[in-house]
């Protein structure tokens, strides 16, 4: 049985935050996602070692701007770092409901019980629970698991939500961001190592 299947194609790469803000400025100049796939290709804009490589972070990165909303792309393009990185993996966790999920159910779950670590153990467990329901991920095999797991804790760290001893980071999200937040969906603020107070006063 399955409750809608999990997309777990982000096997290899990361939270993309230089392509993708690079991607996002040439979007608000040009308006056109096609166009902006065959300039940035053109122009090895990503500076990719390799065709293919180019190819494939191309695809994902528009692949996560889409899910945002014109007026968070704006702002991806002229926030400063922190917020960028905060704003991407918001994106990522839109795109991939698998790591929304993680996001919500570990990550949030973990940091307002105060169990401040975050192991590959605790991602294992997840895994093992959702693929009691999952086929994609009770199908897939051990690598595939072990490179999604790599890639998320590494998106972690990009985002600036887990420190390199797997320290959980408590965030405090800007308040720009918080309002393009509760203006599209106040829930995805349980995507952060956030107390229960904090959302309540960043959704009113």
């Known amino acids: 049985m399955t409750q809608g299947r999990y997309r777990i194609s982000f096997t290899s790469g990361s939270l993309y935050h230089r392509e993708s803000v690079k991607l996002a400025e040439l979007y608000l100049s040009l308006r056109d996602w096609d166009e902006v796939r065959a300039q940035a290709m053109h122009d090895n804009l990503l500076q990719a070692r390799t065709e293919s490589t180019a190819k494939r972070t191309c695809r994902e990165a528009i692949a996560r701007l889409k899910t945002l909303t014109e007026s968070e792309r704006t702002f991806l393009a002229e926030a400063n770092h922190q917020d ?91 308040p720009r961001l918080v309002e393009l937040l509760r203006q599209n969906n106040p829930d995805e603020f349980f995507y952060f190592p956030v107390y229960e107070s904090d959302i309540r006063g960043m959704s009113a």
């Open 84 to 174: 960028q990185a905060h704003l991407l993996w918001v994106a990522v966790c839109r795109l991939y409901r698998f790591i929304a999920d993680f996001a919500v159910e570990v990550l949030h779950e973990r940091f307002v019980a105060m169990k401040l670590d975050l192991s590959f153990e605790d991602f294992d467990a997840f895994y093992n629970r959702k693929s009691e329901w999952h086929d994609e991920l009770d199908n897939a095999s051990a690598s595939t698991r072990d490179k999604l797991r790599q890639v998320l804790f590494r998106m972690l760290r990009e985002a600036g939500l887990l420190a390199k001893d797997k320290t959980i980071n408590a965030v405090l999200l800007s």
